[in-house]
């Protein structure tokens, strides 16, 4: 059974930084591209950033453009996210999402989140 | 950027109705075009991706049709459960945008 499972939300302040983990299990990890997804409070879903299998292809929204940074370890079946110079408006639920198999850029498999909380 | 453009924003239906959602985008984006189910307190769930294809798992009464840049979304008949909101996402560019949703209620 696919899993993937979240963690490393907390309350941070305006500035600050912080980093999200995803663990992965149950698929052939450095197979798949992954990426992250946000949604904020009352707010839609938000495309965050992509990675490709082997790391060589990384990109981001330009929202968090030159502040996020994206990362694998597919020997620990993890994925990451450093988000430096968080702002009140990165606040939201964060979710890490494997790439369909057959569809790259469509996702097929979700986590069930992390709240982040910016604030002053 | 390539932008996604759902309508209508909100919609009410009864059970065993027959619903469309449609989605735009600012450019021909082929038939990249994916659609997702979210419930409060849930994780998305991919229903339709490449514009038509049904994701495995998925009820046969969801369809998606269309190409270049007008889809649509299509519940053929309403359970209880299909009250949650829905999101298109193009997958044409690297910038994998979505919709910004269009909640079903009943």
């Known amino acids: 059974e696919v899993q993937l499972v979240e963690s490393g939300g907390t309350l941070v302040q305006v500035g600050g930084s912080l980093t999200l983990s995803c663990a992965a299990s149950?698929?052939?990890?450095?197979?798949?591209?992954m990426n992250w997804v946000r949604q904020a409070p009352g707010k839609g879903l938000e495309w965050v950033s992509h990675?490709?299998?082997?790391?060589?292809?990384?990109y981001y929204a330009d929202s968090v453009k030159g502040r996020f940074t994206i990362s694998r370890d597919n020997a620990k079946n993890s994925l990451y996210l450093q988000m430096n110079s968080l702002r009140a408006e990165d606040t939201a639920v964060y979710y890490c999402?494997?790439?369909?198999?057959?569809?790259?850029?469509?996702?097929?498999?979700w986590g069930q989140g992390t709240l982040v909380t910016v604030s002053s | 950027d390539i932008q996604m453009t759902q309508s209508p924003s909100s919609l009410s239906a009864s059970v065993g109705d027959r619903v469309t959602i449609t989605c735009r985008a600012s450019q021909n984006i082929n038939n990249y075009l994916n659609w997702y189910q979210l419930k409060p307190g849930t994780a998305p769930k991919l229903l339709i991706y490449a514009a038509s294809s049904l994701q495995s798992g998925v009820p046969s009464r969801f369809s998606g049709s269309g190409s270049g840049t007008d889809f649509t979304l299509t519940i053929s008949s309403l359970h209880p459960e299909d009250f949650a909101t829905y999101y298109c996402q193009q997958s044409y560019s690297t910038m994998f945008n979505f919709g910004q949703g269009t909640k079903l209620e009943i």
């Open positions: 999402a494997r790439d369909h198999p057959e569809w790259v850029g469509s996702f097929d498999y």
């Open positions: 149950g698929f052939t990890f450095d197979s798949y591209s």
């Open positions: 990675i490709s299998s082997r790391s060589s292809m990384k």
